[in-house]
């Protein structure tokens, strides 16, 4: 007869209770900015620039933005947008998507999605250790 025997349960239960108290939103849109940076630098380096406002315009920020038009996600959960923001305040770069396309006259210069396919591996990496690194903090 062959017998089993677990142990420690509760204590692993009451560290991820505590794990899920404070990994709250606001820590996850913090680790989601962060790790979106690197394609953020390689967007700026890429896109094509006359005045610097399309430049200037791109950023990661969260789905709590008021310069974002609409919504990011259609549900719970968090989101953070990267690419060009701006509103009329700021200057609207309408543009982005001409250049990141192109129209019928003019040829696309694209920058976000070359910027993605680069930088999309470190920036997964750089979110996966910030979030690790606080639950790591929790935990001990």
Do not use: C
């Amino acid at each position: 007869m062959f017998g089993f025997t677990a142990e420690g349960f509760r204590d692993l239960d009451r560290q991820l209770e505590r794990l899920e108290r404070t990994m709250d939103e606001d820590r996850l849109r913090t680790a989601l900015r962060q790790g979106a940076q690197p394609i953020v630098d390689e967007a700026k380096r890429l896109v094509r620039v006359d005045t610097g406002r399309l430049r200037d315009s791109i950023m990661a920020v969260d789905d709590r933005d008021g310069r974002l038009y609409g919504k990011l996600n259609g549900g719970d959960g968090v989101s953070v947008y990267v690419g060009p923001v701006g509103s009329d305040e700021d200057g609207d770069v309408y543009y982005a998507r001409f250049q990141e396309f192109g129209t019928v006259i003019m040829r696309a210069n694209p920058f976000m999605r070359p910027a993605i396919a680069a930088k999309r591996p470190e920036a997964e990496a750089l979110v996966q250790s910030i979030l690790t690194q606080a639950a790591m903090e929790v935990l001990r």
